[in-house]
Protein backbone atom coordinates (compact mmCIF):
# COMPACT_ATOMS: atom_id res chain seq x y z
CA UNK A 1 0.00 0.00 0.00
CA UNK A 2 1.12 3.39 -1.21
CA UNK A 3 0.43 6.63 0.15
CA UNK A 4 0.70 10.45 -1.56
CA UNK A 5 -0.45 13.08 0.78
CA UNK A 6 -0.78 16.70 -0.73
CA UNK A 7 -2.56 19.77 0.02
CA UNK A 8 -0.31 21.47 2.22
CA UNK A 9 0.54 25.12 2.03
CA UNK A 10 0.75 28.43 4.11
CA UNK A 11 -2.84 30.16 5.33
CA UNK A 12 -3.43 32.77 7.45
CA UNK A 13 -5.60 32.11 10.69
CA UNK A 14 -9.00 31.32 10.20
CA UNK A 15 -8.48 30.41 6.57
CA UNK A 16 -9.09 26.78 5.13
CA UNK A 17 -7.18 24.10 3.16
CA UNK A 18 -7.97 20.90 2.23
CA UNK A 19 -5.31 18.15 2.20
CA UNK A 20 -5.88 14.75 -0.13
CA UNK A 21 -3.95 11.16 0.34
CA UNK A 22 -4.31 9.31 -2.61
CA UNK A 23 -4.15 5.89 -2.18
CA UNK A 24 -2.78 2.95 -4.16
CA UNK A 25 -2.56 -0.82 -4.11
CA UNK A 26 -4.87 -2.90 -1.27
CA UNK A 27 -8.51 -2.94 -1.52
CA UNK A 28 -9.22 0.66 -0.48
CA UNK A 29 -12.79 0.34 0.98
CA UNK A 30 -11.43 -2.40 3.79
CA UNK A 31 -8.60 0.19 4.75
CA UNK A 32 -8.23 2.24 8.01
CA UNK A 33 -7.36 5.77 7.18
CA UNK A 34 -5.91 8.43 9.18
CA UNK A 35 -4.26 11.79 9.66
CA UNK A 36 -1.58 12.54 12.33
CA UNK A 37 0.91 15.67 12.32
CA UNK A 38 3.96 16.86 13.75
CA UNK A 39 4.81 20.17 14.77
CA UNK A 40 8.11 21.82 13.78
CA UNK A 41 8.33 23.91 16.46
CA UNK A 42 8.02 21.60 18.96
CA UNK A 43 9.57 18.74 17.69
CA UNK A 44 6.94 16.11 19.46
CA UNK A 45 6.15 12.86 18.42
CA UNK A 46 2.87 12.03 16.12
CA UNK A 47 -0.32 13.73 17.06
CA UNK A 48 -3.92 11.97 15.96
CA UNK A 49 -5.76 14.60 14.26
CA UNK A 50 -8.80 11.69 12.71
CA UNK A 51 -9.52 8.80 11.40
CA UNK A 52 -12.14 7.59 9.27
CA UNK A 53 -13.19 3.31 9.31
CA UNK A 54 -16.02 2.08 7.38
CA UNK A 55 -18.53 4.75 8.26
CA UNK A 56 -17.25 5.71 11.12
CA UNK A 57 -15.44 8.85 12.22
CA UNK A 58 -12.82 9.95 15.22
CA UNK A 59 -11.17 13.15 15.74
CA UNK A 60 -9.53 14.76 18.35
CA UNK A 61 -11.08 17.33 20.68
CA UNK A 62 -8.30 20.17 19.31
CA UNK A 63 -10.03 19.85 15.85
CA UNK A 64 -13.23 18.48 16.41
CA UNK A 65 -15.94 20.99 14.93
CA UNK A 66 -13.32 22.08 12.72
CA UNK A 67 -12.16 19.72 10.75
CA UNK A 68 -13.57 16.55 8.45
CA UNK A 69 -12.36 13.44 7.77
CA UNK A 70 -13.63 12.14 4.27
CA UNK A 71 -13.18 9.12 1.70
CA UNK A 72 -14.23 8.38 -1.50
CA UNK A 73 -13.88 4.84 -2.50
CA UNK A 74 -14.25 5.38 -5.82
CA UNK A 75 -10.84 7.45 -6.59
CA UNK A 76 -8.86 5.72 -3.33
CA UNK A 77 -8.31 8.84 -1.65
CA UNK A 78 -8.53 10.33 1.56
CA UNK A 79 -9.28 13.42 2.18
CA UNK A 80 -9.08 16.36 5.44
CA UNK A 81 -11.17 19.43 5.27
CA UNK A 82 -9.67 21.82 7.79
CA UNK A 83 -11.55 25.08 8.49
CA UNK A 84 -10.88 27.80 10.90
CA UNK A 85 -7.21 27.17 11.18
CA UNK A 86 -5.00 28.36 14.31
CA UNK A 87 -1.79 29.20 14.26
CA UNK A 88 -1.24 26.07 16.66
CA UNK A 89 -2.49 23.70 13.68
CA UNK A 90 1.02 24.80 12.08
CA UNK A 91 2.84 20.86 11.36
CA UNK A 92 3.91 18.54 8.88
CA UNK A 93 0.32 16.62 8.67
CA UNK A 94 0.69 12.62 7.45
CA UNK A 95 -2.13 10.30 6.12
CA UNK A 96 -1.42 6.66 7.77
CA UNK A 97 -3.26 3.74 6.89
CA UNK A 98 -3.40 0.30 8.09
CA UNK A 99 -5.83 -2.89 7.11
CA UNK A 100 -6.48 -4.39 10.25
CA UNK A 101 -8.95 -1.74 11.47
CA UNK A 102 -9.05 -1.49 14.85
CA UNK A 103 -10.62 0.75 17.58
CA UNK A 104 -7.20 1.97 18.70
CA UNK A 105 -6.26 4.80 16.66
CA UNK A 106 -2.37 4.99 18.10
CA UNK A 107 0.44 6.16 15.68
CA UNK A 108 1.94 2.93 16.22
CA UNK A 109 -1.29 0.92 14.96
CA UNK A 110 -0.83 2.39 11.15
CA UNK A 111 1.45 0.22 8.73
CA UNK A 112 1.16 2.56 6.14
CA UNK A 113 2.24 6.52 5.84
CA UNK A 114 2.45 9.26 3.32
CA UNK A 115 5.28 11.41 3.14
CA UNK A 116 3.77 14.37 4.78
CA UNK A 117 2.58 17.73 3.34
CA UNK A 118 3.55 20.73 5.84
CA UNK A 119 0.38 23.29 6.83
CA UNK A 120 1.58 26.76 7.71
CA UNK A 121 -0.96 29.56 9.85
CA UNK A 122 -0.23 32.24 10.02
CA UNK A 123 -1.48 34.74 12.70
Known amino acids: VQLQASGGGLVQAGGSLTLSCAVS????????MAWFRRSQTTGEGYEFV????????IYSDSVKGRFTITRDNAKNTEYLQMNSLEPDDTAVYYCAAKTAPSDDVGYWTYRYWGQGTLVTVSS
Open 50 to 57: AAISGGRT
Open 25 to 32: GGIFSEIA
